[in-house]
C-alpha cells in the first residue's frame, strides 16, 4: 500500500473543515472581494458605499458621507431610513446583526424593500465587517441612536440604545485587518473616482468625500446624472452637438437611461451599467443599445435619403466613431458573471434595451433633424476612413507586412517562440536600440528601435495610423494586426515593454505610445502585457564601489552610504541623459537582467478617468490641457503614468 493510498483510509467526516460564520470569508477573502491587494482594500468601501446608493435609488437617501480618518479607517454615513433594528424573528438577533454578521442576509431578495439592487447577493456589509480589525454600526431610526460593535467578524456587543435624534441613517465605521490585507493605505484618488462615478449615476444624490490625512476633500452632486457624465467625459473634445442625447423610460420592468453625445474625434467610449455597477465586459445592455444604433441611424439615413452618394454599407463601427455614451439599466433581478460583476447577462435586456433605444433614438432624430444630420455627416466620414484603413492593410499585406509575415528588418527577434515566456523591448532611438539589442538575451528577449516621436493617435484616424511609419514596424512585430482583424491571440510576446530615456523627451514617448496601446491594443493593458521599464537616473562611484540611483532622493542616499567624511568627497555621480549613454553591460544589468530590473506593469484602474485623461492631455484642445497643468503643476513630485 502506498504512503498516500493510506492517508485516504484515515479521511472521514472528522476531517472535513466546517467554516462557520464568517470564518470562510476570512479563509478565502479573495472569493468575495477579488483580490487583497489594492482593488480589494477599496472594494470595501465600495460595498457600504453601494448599500448606501441603493437607499438613494429607492429614494430613500440624498447624502453619503465617506471620510477616511488618520488611522486609515474608513467612516461612512447616509441619510436613509437605517438598517433595521428590530429583531429577525427566525434567527433570534437584530437586523443590523443579520445584516452584518450573515453572508446573504439582506433586504434585496424579495424586493420589497428595494425594487433594484447592486448589493446582489446580500454579501457587501458583512465580507466588510469580517474582513475588518474593528467595526461598528450605528443607526438613527425611530427617534433613537443604536450602536453594535464587531471585532473580524465576531459580535462584541449587543445592539444598544446611546442617544436620541429626530433624524435617519446609517453610519458604518471600519479599519481593514492588516492580517488580511497587502497594504490597509486608502488611495483617495481611486476612492474619490468611484464616488464621482456613483453621483453621476445617481441623479440628485451628494456624495462628500474628506481624507482627514492631508485635508483633501469633494463633493460630487450632479443634478444632471449621466449628461453630466457624458460632459464631463467630452471635456477637452470638440462635439458635434451642445447638448448630449438623453433617453430614459421604463420598459418591461427594466429601466433604461442614456446619454450620448459625439465628438469629432475617432474613438469610440461607451461605459456601461447595471444597478449602478459598472459593467466593464459590457453584456447584454450593451449588445441590445449597439444592434438599435447602428439600425436606427441607417433607417434614419436611407429614409432621408443621406446615403444616396455613399458607396459602401455603413456599419456599427462607422456609427459609433466619435462617440461617448453611457448605458445604465436597472433591473429587479440582475445576472452578472461572478461576484465581480463584470458582465451583465440577462438575455432578456438585450431585446429591452434594443426595442426602447430604437423608439426614443429614432423620435430624437425626428425631432433634431440638424443634430442627425451632422452625427451622418461624421458617421459617412468614418466609413470612407474604414475603406482607406481596409485598402492600407492590403497593401503592406502585398508587401508582406502587418501581419507579421515579414518582419521588420530593426527587429532583433529572439529564439522562443513561446509568447509566455518571451518579451519585447520598444527601445527610443537607434543608438539605445543597439545597445539594448547587444545587452539582451537572445533567446527571450527581442529589441525593436523606435526613431523618432511616434503617431499622436488621438488626433488620427486608424488609417494614418495603420500607413504611419513609426507605428506599421510596432503592430508588424507584435503579429496581432489592427482594426477590423485585430486578433490578441497572435501576441508574439508575453511581455511589451516600453524602455525610453529618463527625461522630457522619453516620458513624451512613453505616453505617445501607451496612447496607442489604450487606443488600438487595450486588450494587452487589460491582459496585463504592457509595462514600462526604468533606467537609472544616476550612476553613484567611489574606487570601485558603484551603486545605481533611480531618484535624486536615492542618489542622495548613495553619496552618504560612499562618503567617509559625509561630504561626498572622493565620490562622482554620472547623470545618464539616454539609454544610449550606458554600455550593454550597463543596460543589463539595471534595465534588462529580470533578476535585477524593476518594471512597472501599466494598469488600467479607472476607466472613466483614463478616458478623460488621455483626451485631456492627447487631445486637440489646448485650453483644457493648459487648465489641468496649472491645476497640477504644483502637486506634481514624481511624474510617470503607471495605472493611467
Known sequence: MTESAADDTDYGADAIQVLKGLEGVRKRPAMYIGDTGINGLHELIKEIVNNSVDEAMAGRCDRIDVIIKKDGSIWIKDDGHGIPTDFHPGEKKSGVEVVMSMLHAGGKFDHKAYQVSGG???????????????????????????????????????????GETNETGTITWFKPDHEIFDNVNFDYEFTSHRLRELAFLTKGLAIHITDE??????????????EEFVRFINHGRPVLHNDPIYLQGLKEGVAVEISMQYNDGYQETIFTYANNIRTGE????????????????????????????????????????????????????????GQTKGKLGNSEVQGIVDSFTSEALAQYMEENPDVAKRIIDKIVEAGRAREAARKARELTRRKGLLDGASLPGKLADCSIRDPEKTEIYLVEGDSAGGSAAMARDQSFQAVLPMFGK???????????????????????????????????????????????????????????????????????????????????????????????????????????????????????????????????????????????????????DDAVEAE??????????????REFIETNALDVKNLDFHGA
Request: glycine residues 8%; contains cysteine.
Open 282 to 337: 459590457g453584456g447584454t445592455h450593451l449588445s441590445g443599445f449597439r444592434t438599435a444604433l447602428t439600425r436606427t441611424i441607417n433607417a434614419y439615413a436611407n429614409r432621408n435619403s443621406l446615403l444616396k452618394n455613399v458607396k459602401f454599407k455603413v456599419s456599427g463601427e462607422d456609427t459609433r466613431e466619435g462617440l461617448t455614451a453611457i448605458v445604465s439599466v436597472k433591473v429587479s433581478e440582475p445576472q452578472f458573471e
Open 454 to 604: 511616434p503617431l499622436n493617435v488621438e488626433k488620427a484616424r486608424i488609417d494614418r495610423v495603420i500607413g504611419n511609419d513609426k507605428l506599421l514596424p510596432l503592430i508588424t512585430a507584435l503579429g496581432t494586426s489592427l482594426g477590423e482583424e485585430y486578433d490578441y491571440e497572435k501576441l508574439r510576446y508575453g511581455k511589451v515593454i516600453i524602455m525610453a530615456d529618463a527625461d522630457v523627451d522619453g516620458s513624451h514617448i512613453r505616453i505617445l505610445i501607451m496612447t496607442f496601446f489604450f487606443r488600438y491594443m487595450r486588450e494587452l493593458i487589460l491582459q496585463g502585457n504592457l509595462f514600462l521599464a526604468q533606467p537609472p537616473l544616476f550612476l553613484v562611484k567611489k574606487g570601485k564601489q558603484e551603486k545605481w540611483a533611480f531618484t535624486e532622493e536615492e542618489r542622495e542616499d548613495h553619496v552618504s552610504t560612499l562618503s567617509s567624511d559625509g561630504e561626498g568627497r572622493g565620490v562622482q555621480v554620472s547623470r545618464f541623459k539616454g539609454l544610449g549613454e550606458m554600455n550593454p553591460e550597463q543596460l543589463w544589468e539595471t534595465t534588462m537582467d529580470p533578476d535585477t530590473r524593476t518594471l512597472l506593469k501599466v494598469t488600467l
Open 213 to 226: 490625512r492631508t485635508d483633501q476633500s469633494d463633493v460630487f452632486h450632479y443634478e444632471g446624472g449621466v
Open 120 to 162: 446582489l447577493h446580500g454579501v457587501g456589509a458583512s465580507v466588510v465587517n469580517a474582513l475588518s480589525e474593528w467595526c461598528s454600526v450605528e443607526v438613527w431610526q425611530k427617534g433613537k441612536v443604536f450602536k453594535q460593535c464587531f471585532e473580524r467578524g465576531i459580535t462584541k456587543s449587543e445592539l444598544e440604545v446611546i
Open 612 to 625: 478623460h485623461l488621455f483626451t485631456l492631455l492627447m487631445g486637440e484642445q489646448v485650453e483644457p490641457r
